[in-house]
């Protein structure tokens, strides 16, 4: 069994075809057809169903394609790891930011990083804490920053901070010269939200439920520029963390009642090869924790 037939196999049942997979993989289709051929008579059993135009797996080829793939990522990810073991001269990191969090905390842990790292590369995805999870866990980003409530077992992770989400309102809001909002009052509001994938919103959606009350969300955005914007011009309340305001003149933090504090951490997937250059990111947070 060679590499190059587990490809061409990957290729054509993702393909569903074998033209086309020959042409995504640049080698000629009869080559890739007598490949799986070979590999076929290699395991004594038939993988494609070629009965129809459209070709699909058996269920042996179904088995086998998640064997395949198995390996094929493990070659990469090996790879990989003796490229970098050269001493860090190149690799990438791809993290998963939400949008306050990373406008407020993450540009001086980044910057600083880079001074130490400088030929590595940082490259950022920016969406809620839900949805940086999901990607974490499907391994499309390397680490990625969430809300530790009940993390899953797979994921590993390193906390860094506490932090409380605060309703905020213009200066002119009655909201203003409160020290709390209920949950009951705040869900009667226009909301200005994130999209979903952001905790913000769930969070809203869940008191909605508790209440019985029916959110009023007037806006959804996934800029934390255009929601600041939106409230500070009074088209409604939103829900921040506090340090994403803090120095904002144009906004009024409250608390909720009760109120809400989130525990986040970065994490990765601990079942899936993490680079050098996540790895020395990751000893790069807790050397600054220390």
Known sequence: MELRQLEY???VAACQNFT???????VAQPAISKAIQKLEQELFVTLID????????????????QHAKGILQKVEEAQTEMHEMRGLEKGEIRIGLPSMFGSYYFPSIIKDFKRKHSALQISVVEEGTLQVQ???????IDLGVIVIDHPPEHLDYIPLLDEEMVVCVPLEHPFAKRN???????????????????????????????TGVTPNVSFSANQLSLIKSFVGEGLGVTLFL?????SDPKLVP???DPPVFLSLAVAWNKNRYLSLASQAFLAFLKQRKE
């Open 9 to 11: 196999f990957v290729e």
């Open 20 to 26: 086309r997979a020959a042409e995504n993989l640049l």
């Open 50 to 65: 070629r009965s129809s135009k459209q070709i699909t797996l058996t269920p042996e080829g179904e088995v086998f394609l």
């Open 134 to 140: 999901k990607l974490v866990e499907r391994g499309e």
């Open 180 to 210: 709390r909002v209920s949950y009951h009052d705040l869900v009667q509001e226009p909301l200005i939200l994130f999209k979903e994938g952001y905790f913000q919103r769930q969070l809203v959606l869940e008191t909605s439920k508790i």
């Open 242 to 246: 506090r340090l994403a305001v803090a």
């Open 254 to 256: 409250i608390s909720l």
